[in-house]
């Protein structure tokens, strides 16, 4: 299928979701949200009258690359952010969406500090630097992890709607213990 027909799919989609039959409008909406995030489209190419696409971002980010943990970090960030990234020997480029290539930018200046600090605080000073570079691909592979493992939660929408009673859920729970509710969090999903 073409953006134009997917385009089209979707804004269908989004008038069937105002359907007065509830069951109706929960499932075209939901339909729409898988389609959005499986096509890498947003709700403003959907809204604008032709179905023009986001021009092609990249992005040069200077790092060691030949770092195994840096390279596996700085992956999984592009793929999350469906991007690709292409490994040079100085630097990456990140291709995709502009927006998407910005993303993986910010990202990967935050999460390499988080790595640096946590190596830092957590790895003896005194150990070989093969051991240091294992420590750090440790905690990388454990952040990549909890990257896909979120992408995939945003990206199944019966999931997301697990996650959002989690956090209803959750929040009842610490207003239940502060004493701002008279009743217990778990009578809610009773009914």
């Known amino acids: 299928m073409d953006d134009k027909s997917i385009i089209e799919k979707i804004r269908k989609l989004l008038a069937l979701s105002t359907s007065p039959n509830r069951a109706e409008a929960a499932a075209a909406l939901n339909k729409a949200n898988e389609l959005l995030i499986q096509y890498n ?60 290539a910005i993303s993986v930018e910010v990202m990967w200046d935050h999460l390499e500090k988080v790595v ?12 070989k630097s093969h051991y240091r570079e294992s420590f750090k691909l440790g905690i990388a592979s454990g952040i990549s992890e909890k990257l896909e493992e979120q992408f995939q939660i945003n990206t199944d929408p019966t999931q997301y709607s697990m996650k959002c009673i989690r956090s209803v859920s959750f929040i009842l729970g610490i207003l239940a213990g502060r004493r701002l509710l008279s009743f217990p969090p778990k009578a809610l999903f009773a009914l």
């Open 41 to 100: 489209l947003t709700m403003d190419q959907v809204r604008m009258s032709s179905a023009d696409v986001d021009p092609v971002g990249m992005c040069r980010i200077y790092c060691a690359v030949k770092k195994k943990w840096r390279t596996l970090l700085l992956d999984k960030i592009a793929d999350v952010n469906l991007c690709a990234a292409l490994f040079t020997e100085r630097y990456v480029i990140v291709i995709g969406r502009e927006v998407n």
């Open 116 to 127: 640096q600090r946590i190596h830092l605080r957590e790895c003896p000073r005194q150990a």
